[in-house]
């Protein structure tokens, strides 16, 4: 049951992964080139946007590490 | 009181620094082994542990997509072959500063894997005989045995396990973990011999041992699992710090994340890699790069000390004493007292005492005896009877004296003063008030009187000097200084206590002192918020050593007292825990000056990078450096901070030299070397490197 949830898990990521880069490209990266001006290229956006959600990511990681000092 | 007591035969004699320690660790090819594991530890499941370098790492990965691509997150100003060299040089830089701060890591991780090596050469797989419940011997091999079994152990073979002498006695071999080539006695029942360690071996009879530990969870394998840093917890002063780090690299993300809006807003674009640069230049790398190599030469600077830990807490908590409790015999005074002077009583004369008192002492060959010998014979004492047919009567705890019965069928003895009087009584002799007058006399003095007579007449008492260890005022001094109190316990009486505690330079004392009194004044001490370390080798210190902030057991005590501690000495040299202090204070110490020097590098890295980027936004006057360009105060900032991690290695490896001062003047001192200097150092590297680099 443990061996599943873990297999279940690791599987999971990349999925996530896809999925979070999909929305990026088309939902998010659209919706911010739309506001933004014409001198980024829809690429370049989407770039962008995927900077901003790393950008995120990390500072959640910062904040697990603030609470959960002693995981890492 | 014994008056015949001696030394421990455990302790090793000697310079501490002058023993040889066999678990000697080797650091051949430390520094290869270190760069292989610096790339090794840029795989992300390890760099994830350290949250400093990891957003430094991230931060390299998206420099090396912005090398490749100088315009893949908005156009970018100027030539993109210039934009992608610039791109290219900061990704290399940070790559580096990641490199370097693994290599210190990876440094302090071989060392103490080396010296694990070293303590593990000291155990071997051995075969053992087990005795089983219905009496038989079963040969089996060492790593099978389980606490509680029962293994017999004959000359010239290894003890297979960590044990507790059930049966027998025997001389071991303890030089494979305390470096001291004389082997020691094991016997059972005794608090100080009773106990013997796996990987030392029997040379003369033979032992029936229980073992006490599983396999891998003996004292040397939970050190070996420390050093390694396979066990190596966060202590509570690392995870403060780790908190205090992500702090500072969460304010410096949002900061820098939302700059780039303000930036154009202000006209002075920036570019991401700019971004990158800056954040890296912000957050305090040369700490989270350094943070885990000084825990770990912390845990390995004991362990060279031959000092088993079985936590990093431990060693942590030693820096942050307020009190130590210390036993007089063998921690504060030589194990042996050493006579001094001769008091005549009943109108002898000094040279007859020394003649009774060199006859009594002939057969005893304790250090108290020699030195009775020795004083004998300054005042040319002679033996006048022979000794082959001469018989010795040893020191018993029932009788407390010892002597010698001679050919002609005189007796003469030496003990306590008690003691004699009763032997002098039972042979129709008196005591009388000279005696008395000598026994007070020598008990000011802070010494032990022991009376000598032959057959029913008294001749006067040895005066037996406690010696105080050279250099223990001194090192109490230091102590004070940094705020530490010391309490000396003793079972001697309350002036001998207090001349001994004047002489050696104590604190406060306690006389008469019973096991049950160590565990009182520990109590009191923590009751006012203090934290207390203490020696102890007994079953009865174990209690003590539990409730001890810091409880440092003799490898030579019991296996509870072991138990009960959270650190053995190897060496069995209670005076080490002075020593501890020192190292706890120096891992302290070198955390809170590294800290401060890193945090204040960054207010210099600071006035390098901000004015000359937003030089157009009108702050280029805060250009105080007067840095070429913006391109060469990145780089300039940058190379510096990645070349200042390898330049303190050597410091956050070895500690910051120790200096036995108190909180506040540490403070002072740490704030104006690392702190003032923490921001001088860097203006001055910068802008040298900024001159150096070609690039306008």
């Not at chain 2, 066999?22 to 610096?38: D, F, H, I, S």
């Not at chain 2, 701060?101 to 070293?118: I, L, M, S, T």
């Not at chain 2, 994340?257 to 640069?277: E, G, K, R």
Request: charged share 20%; with cysteine; glycine share 8%.
């Amino acid at each position: 049951m443990k061996t599943h949830s873990i297999f279940a898990i690791r599987h999971q990521r990349p999925i996530y992964l896809f999925l979070g880069l999909c929305f990026n490209l088309l939902v998010l990266a659209p919706a911010v080139y739309a506001a933004t001006p014409e001198i980024y290229t829809p690429s370049q956006v989407a770039w962008l946007v995927l900077l901003g959600g790393v950008t995120l990511a990390l500072s959640i990681y910062l904040f697990v590490v603030m609470f959960q000092p002693e995981r890492f | 009181m014994t008056p015949t007591s001696s030394r421990s035969p455990n302790v090793p004699g000697g310079r501490r620094d002058s023993r040889k320690h066999t678990p000697k660790a080797n650091m051949a090819g430390l520094y290869q082994r270190a760069v292989k594991e610096a790339f090794v530890k840029l795989d992300p499941r390890i760099a994830v542990k350290n949250p400093v370098m990891f957003i430094v790492w991230i931060g390299t990965l998206v420099t090396l997509l912005v090398t490749i691509v100088p315009d893949l997150f908005g156009p970018v100003p100027g030539d993109l072959n210039q934009q992608r060299l610039l791109n290219g040089l900061i990704t290399l830089i940070l790559f580096l500063t990641v490199l370097f701060a693994n290599f210190a890591e990876a440094v302090a991780e071989g060392r103490g894997k080396a010296q694990a090596d070293a303590l593990r050469s000291t155990r071997s797989d051995t075969i053992a005989r087990k005795i089983l419940p219905d009496g038989r011997v079963e040969e089996t091999n060492s790593t099978e045995l389980r606490r509680g079994d029962q293994v017999k152990v004959i000359a010239g073979e290894m003890i297979p396990a960590d044990g507790e002498v059930l049966q027998g006695v025997a001389s071991v071999d303890e030089s494979a973990i305390t470096g001291e080539s004389a082997p020691v006695l094991k016997q059972p029942g005794t608090d100080i011999s009773s106990s013997v360690t796996g990987g030392t071996r029997v040379v003369s009879d033979e032992l029936l041992i229980r073992i006490t530990a599983d396999p891998g969870k003996g004292f040397i394998d939970r050190m070996i699992s420390l050093v390694e840093g396979a066990e190596r917890t966060k202590t509570p002063n690392e995870i403060a710090l780790t908190v205090l780090l992500a702090v500072l690299t969460q304010v410096f993300l949002i900061v820098v994340a939302t700059m780039s809006p303000l930036a154009n807003y202000v006209q002075a674009p920036v570019t991401i890699a700019i971004l990158i640069s800056l954040l890296v230049a912000l957050i305090p790398t040369t700490i989270g790069g350094l943070l885990s190599a000084i825990g770990i030469a912390g845990m390995d600077r004991v362990a060279q000390f031959n000092v088993i830990a079985t936590s990093g807490r431990a060693v942590e908590a030693c820096g942050d004493i307020n009190t130590l409790v210390l036993d007089k015999t063998g921690t504060i005074t030589l194990g042996n007292r050493l006579a001094d002077q001769f008091i005549p009583v009943n109108g002898h004369t000094d040279e007859e005492v020394a003649k009774v008192a060199l006859a009594a002492s002939v057969f005893d060959e304790t250090p108290e005896g020699r030195s009775i010998v020795r004083l004998a014979e300054q005042f040319r004492a002679t033996v006048d009877f022979e000794a082959q047919k001469a018989e010795g009567v040893e020191f018993s705890a029932r009788t407390r004296m010892s002597g010698t019965n001679l050919p002609d069928g005189g007796e003469v003895r030496k003990g306590a003063v008690d003691a004699i009087k009763g032997f002098v009584r039972s042979r129709n002799g008196k005591s009388s008030a000279d005696l008395d007058a000598a026994y007070e006399q020598v008990s000011k003095l802070g010494g032990t009187p022991l009376a000598v007579c032959k057959d029913n007449e008294i001749y006067g008492v040895i005066y037996l000097k406690d010696i105080v260890k050279p250099g223990l005022r001194e090192r109490f001094d230091q102590l004070r200084r940094m705020g530490v109190k010391t309490i000396m316990l003793t079972g001697d009486n309350r002036i001998t206590a207090s001349v001994i505690a004047q002489e050696a330079g104590v604190d406060d004392f306690i006389a008469e002192a019973t096991p049950e009194d160590k565990i009182e004044v520990i109590r009191a001490e923590q009751s006012q918020g203090k934290l207390v370390a203490m020696t102890g080798d007994g079953t009865n210190d174990a209690p003590a050593l539990a409730q001890a902030n810091v409880g440092l057991a003799m490898n030579s005590g019991t296996q509870a007292a072991k138990e009960a501690a959270n650190m053995v000495d190897l060496d069995s040299d209670p005076t080490k825990l002075i020593d501890l202090v020192t190292i706890g204070k120096q891992l302290l110490i070198t955390r809170g000056a590294l800290t401060t020097f890193s945090i204040a590098n960054d207010i210099a890295k600071y006035f390098a990078i901000i004015p000359t980027i937003f030089a157009a936004a009108g702050i280029g006057a805060l250009n105080i450096m007067q840095l070429k360009s913006p391109q060469s105060a990145v780089l300039a900032a940058l190379i510096y901070n990645a070349l200042i991690i390898p330049a303190l290695i050597p410091l956050a490896l070895k500690g910051v030299q120790f200096r036995p001062l108190t909180a506040d003047q540490l403070l002072r001192r740490n704030i104006f070397l690392y702190g003032i200097g923490g921001v001088i150092a860097p203006f001055i590297a910068i802008k040298l490197i900024d001159l150096l680099i070609p690039i306008a």
